[in-house]
């Protein structure tokens, strides 16, 4: 069973940035692909971006250019920076992770998600 904690939601005005933290436990993280997800109130849910084991990334449309994800092996954490925040990016941002190795293979988990309110 893979834990996922996610942080750094907030209210922020157009143009600001967030840096969101998903701290994983439960499973060796160096097994884990783990990704941002978000969902927008009546929207289905999307992928922002992702990181494997070994550092590489896959981007959502929805924040290309504008979103840097990145991965701490030794604190076991993700990060989402994300810059030129605009209202359309209003949603609760969930991290997910993918076991990779030989145990669980193939399971996903969900964080409970954090809560990102951009202002006009």
């Known amino acids: 069973q893979v834990q996922l904690v996610e942080s750094g939601g907030g209210l922020v005005q157009t143009g600001g940035s967030l840096r969101l933290s998903c701290v994983a436990s439960?499973?060796?993280?160096?097994?884990?692909?783990i990704g941002w997800w978000r969902q927008a109130p009546g929207k289905e849910r999307e992928l922002v971006a992702q990181i494997s084991a070994g550092y590489s990334t896959n981007y959502g449309d929805s924040m290309k250019g504008r979103s840097t994800v990145s991965r701490d092996h030794i604190n076991h954490t993700v990060y989402l920076q994300m810059n030129s925040l605009e209202p359309e990016d209003t949603a609760i941002y969930y991290c997910k992770a993918t076991v990779t190795g030989w145990t669980n293979y193939g399971m996903e988990f969900w964080g409970e998600g954090t809560l990102v309110t951009v202002s006009s």
């Open positions: 439960g499973s060796p993280f160096a097994n884990l692909l």
